[in-house]
Structures are given as structure tokens and as C-alpha cells.
T-cell receptor, first 112, second 112 residues
Framework: RKEVEQDPGPFNVPEGATVAFNCTYS??????FFWYRQDCRKEPKLLMS???SGNEDGRFTAQLNRASQYISLLIRDSKLSDSATYLC?????????????FGQGTTLQVKP | DGGITQSPKYLFRKEGQNVTLSCEQN?????MYWYRQDPGQGLRLIYY???????QKGDIAEGYSVSREKKESFPLTVTSAQKNPTAFYLC???????????FGQGTRLTVV
């Protein structure tokens, strides 16, 4: 099993739609999780941090399911500007070594 | 302004040459990371350092070398042993063990 795994998509949705991405991780000892957004040919930028069961910021909600070892990102009322790749990050990886492990990313295309 | 600075933004290398990518941060972060990203792919960890004068190999360290002589600096050398070095290289820093990472703007390396 990969340390961090995401459905690469692409997810093609119309403006205003609600879309959800999942990310599974293998290290049950991980305590924190992050979602990053990456635009084409740019560096990743932090979108949300998840330290407990979940986090909400405007149209974005992240939820953590420790029992099943996955985190999800929900985007409501999608905008054209939400089109990007969303990266799931789990610090520590296997054995909690302190390294940051990225999923391969999920691509979202929001259409007019 | 606090942040991470990578230079150069674009770099061209002849086959058989070593090149060094610069990464400097003034965020007072202990941990620094180097990632490689190929087109349409996720981020793969090359090397990481949690403290000055110490660093660990990531998943794809072969053909690369690093040093961490100062807290602020974590240069990456792409050696001639790296057979396919053309990629987008991203440097990041964080306060471990559970804090989010911040990225530089990246260096695009092309072998000519």
C-alpha cells in the first residue's frame, strides 16, 4: 500500500457543483494532515490543515476518518478559479520519521 | 518578508555537468526538504533535513547530494550520475514534527 494515495482524476465539474476528493494513508500514527493546492507550473500552497476530526474554511471542508485512515476535501459551490491540482500531505510517512509525504494529486477542472 | 527563496528560476545544464540549486529560508524553520516533480506527476522526496549538519535520503536520492551547514540554507547538487535530471525542483521548510510546509517558487532544470 502506498504511504499516501489519491485518485488522480481528473474531476470535471460544472460551476456551482459540490465535489469531494479522498486521500488514504498508511501510517496510523500520523497526527496531522494537510491539503495543498497547486496551479499549473507553480509551487504548492497550503489550503487547509487538519489536526483533529476536521476543519472548515468557507466553501472548503476537510474531514478526517482515523478508523479508515483517510481524509477528504469537500468543495462546495465550485468556482472556475478552483481549477487546480489538490495534494494531500501526511507528515511522518511510515515510522513517523518527520518527512512529508505527498499524494500524487487530484486534478479538478471546473467548467462554465 | 519571511519566506523561501529558490534560485535560479530556470537552469540549463549540459549532459555530464554538476549543477547546484539554491534554497534559502528566513522563517527560522528547522526542517527543510527537496522534492522533484515531473510533468503530470506528484512530488517525490529527494532529501530532507530536520536539523543543521544532518540530512536523510528520501525516495529518489540517487544522483543528488545536499548539505545543511546553516539553518537557513539547504542547497541541492544534481550530479552527472542523475540520468534524467530534467524536472521541476521544489524546496520547502517547516517546523516539525506536525507543522505545515512552505514552498519556494521552484527551479526548472533542463538538460540540453
Amino acid at each position: 500500500r502506498k504511504e499516501v494515495e489519491q485518485d488522480p482524476g481528473p474531476f470535471n465539474v460544472p460551476e456551482g457543483a459540490t465535489v469531494a476528493f479522498n486521500c488514504t494513508y498508511s501510517n496510523s500514527a500520523s497526527q496531522s494532515f494537510f491539503w495543498y493546492r497547486q496551479d499549473c507550473r507553480k509551487e504548492p500552497k497550503l489550503l487547509m490543515s487538519v489536526y483533529s476530526s476536521g476543519n472548515e474554511d468557507g466553501r472548503f471542508t476537510a474531514q478526517l476518518n482515523r478508523a479508515s485512515q483517510y481524509i477528504s476535501l469537500l468543495i462546495r459551490d465550485s468556482k472556475l478559479s478552483d481549477s487546480a491540482t489538490y495534494l494531500c500531505v501526511v507528515p511522518g510517512g511510515s515510522g513517523n520519521t518527520g518527512k512529508l509525504i505527498f499524494g500524487q494529486g487530484t486534478t479538478l477542472q471546473v467548467k462554465p | 518578508d519571511g519566506g523561501i527563496t529558490q534560485s535560479p528560476k530556470y537552469l540549463f545544464r549540459k549532459e555530464g555537468q554538476n549543477v547546484t540549486l539554491s534554497c534559502e529560508q528566513n522563517l527560522n524553520h528547522d526542517a527543510m526538504y527537496w522534492y522533484r516533480q515531473d510533468p503530470g506527476q506528484g512530488l517525490r522526496l529527494i532529501y530532507y533535513s530536520q536539523i543543521v549538519n544532518d540530512f536523510q535520503k528520501g525516495d529518489i536520492a540517487e544522483g543528488y547530494s545536499v548539505s545543511r551547514e546553516k539553518k537557513e540554507s539547504f542547497p541541492l547538487t544534481v550530479t552527472s550520475a542523475q540520468k534524467n535530471p530534467t524536472a521541476f525542483y521544489l524546496c520547502a521548510s517547516s517546523m516539525p514534527p506536525i507543522k505545515e510546509a512552505f514552498f519556494g517558487q521552484g527551479t526548472r532544470l533542463t538538460v540540453v
